[in-house]
C-alpha cells in the first residue's frame, strides 16, 4: 500500500510561488559547495604542503599562504554560485559596472596592498623572522 502525503494548500501555493528562488538558491549552494569543498580538501592542503616543503622554518609563508587560499577558494566558490543560479549573464552584461568598482576598489585600497606587498617581501626574506 502506498501512502500519498497531501500538503495544505496555503503550502502548496507558497512552495509554487517561491518556486524559482528555491531553485535558484539551490543551484547556488550546489555550485559554492563543489567549489568550496574541493578548494579546502584538496587546493589548500597541497599549495600548502608545498610552501611548508620550501620554507622550512618560516610558519609565517606557510599560514599567510593557506589564509589567502581560504579567502580566495571562498570568493570563487561566491562567483560559481552565482553562475550556477543562473545570474552569470548579470556579471557579464554589467562589464561597465564591474570596471568601474575593480578601479574605485583598486584606488582606496592603494596604501593596503603597498603594505602587503611589502610585507610579503619581508616574510620571504630569509634574513628576516617572527619575532625580530
Do not use: C, H, K
Not at 592542503?45 to 581560504?70: F, M, Q
Not at 554560485?81 to 556579471?91: C, D, E, K, M
Amino acid at each position: 500500500m502506498v501512502y500519498q502525503i497531501t500538503l495544505p494548500e496555503w503550502l502548496t501555493e507558497l512552495l509554487s510561488a517561491y518556486d524559482q528562488v528555491l531553485s535558484e538558491l539551490f543551484w547556488f549552494a550546489v555550485g559554492f559547495a563543489i567549489v568550496y569543498l574541493v578548494g579546502q580538501i584538496v587546493l589548500v592542503p597541497l599549495a600548502t604542503r608545498a610552501v611548508r616543503s620550501r620554507n622550512r622554518n618560516n610558519a609565517t609563508i606557510e599560514t599567510a599562504t593557506e589564509t589567502y587560499l581560504r579567502v580566495a577558494v571562498i570568493g570563487f566558490a561566491v562567483l560559481t554560485g552565482i553562475i550556477g543560479a543562473g545570474y552569470g549573464r548579470v556579471l557579464s552584461e554589467s562589464a561597465v559596472i564591474i570596471a568601474a568598482l575593480t578601479f574605485a576598489l583598486g584606488i582606496a585600497g592603494q596604501q593596503v596592498f603597498g603594505s602587503l606587498v611589502s610585507g610579503m617581501f619581508l616574510v620571504a626574506d630569509p634574513d628576516f623572522n617572527v619575532g625580530d
